[in-house]
């Protein structure tokens, strides 16, 4: 059974610039979330995909985006990057959106 | 939305020691994850307890859903038990969308 896996590990960005992230959830699993980590914080629900569809988000703008696809893999798009959005990203898959398992994460630098 | 309180937030042990972690949370719950952060940020799951108690080898947890608490024991502690550990519930009343605790930050040293 294959985990979940993320790319990239590390990312460095700057101000104003895209970027686009990358999941793959664990085999048998539909549902997808992306959260994201500041130093020393829990970390934060970001949004969650289910069968393709956004199915919840947290406080975060609109120039944070995403994608579910068909195999259930998933893209979190972040627009226009400011300093703050420096932090680890988790992504985590469930099935139904029970347990979560999470992935290794990427973090991104924004200088 | 749901609070999440973790204690302590900061703990040494000697290795060998015993220890107890504490998540305290504002409203009821239908679930519960444990989650030990390793030191590359990895999120390994511990524990699905929403109720009840577990036992893993030398760590157990146990939620008690309707004082709306959890506790995390971790039994004769080894250096690579140190990290962050996180407590999470759902965000509310028939979310999925997990709300993480600030964590406990744990120090096993030989």
């Known amino acids: 059974e294959t985990g979940v896996t993320q790319s990239p590990t590390h990312l460095i960005k700057t101000r104003g610039q895209q970027v686009t992230l990358r999941c793959s959830s664990q085999s048998g699993h539909n549902t997808v979330s992306w959260y994201q980590q500041a130093l020393g914080q829990g970390p934060q629900f970001i949004f969650q995909y289910y069968r393709e569809e956004e199915n919840g988000r947290g406080n975060f703008p609109p120039r944070f985006s995403g994608l579910q696809f068909p195999n259930y893999s998933s893209e979190l798009n972040v627009n226009a990057l400011e300093l703050d959005d420096s932090a680890l990203y988790l992504c985590?898959?469930?099935?139904?959106?029970?347990?979560?398992?999470f992935g290794p994460g990427t973090r991104l630098t924004v200088l | 939305g749901i609070q999440v309180e973790q204690s302590p937030p900061d703990l040494i042990l000697q290795e060998g020691a015993n220890s107890t972690l504490r998540c305290n949370f504002s409203?009821?719950?239908?679930?519960l994850q444990w989650f030990h952060q390793n030191p590359w940020g990895q999120l390994i799951n511990l524990f699905y307890?929403?109720?009840g108690t577990k036992q893993n080898g030398r760590l157990s947890a146990t939620t008690v859903a309707t004082e709306r608490y959890s506790l995390l024991y971790i039994s004769s502690s080894q250096t690579t038990d140190s990290g962050v550990y996180f407590c999470s519930v759902p965000r509310g009343a028939g979310s999925y969308q997990l709300t993480f605790g600030k964590g406990t930050k744990l120090s096993v040293i030989p």
């Open positions: 307890i929403p109720s």
């Open positions: 985590a898959s469930s099935l139904n959106s029970n347990e979560q398992f």
């Open positions: 409203d009821s719950v239908n679930n």
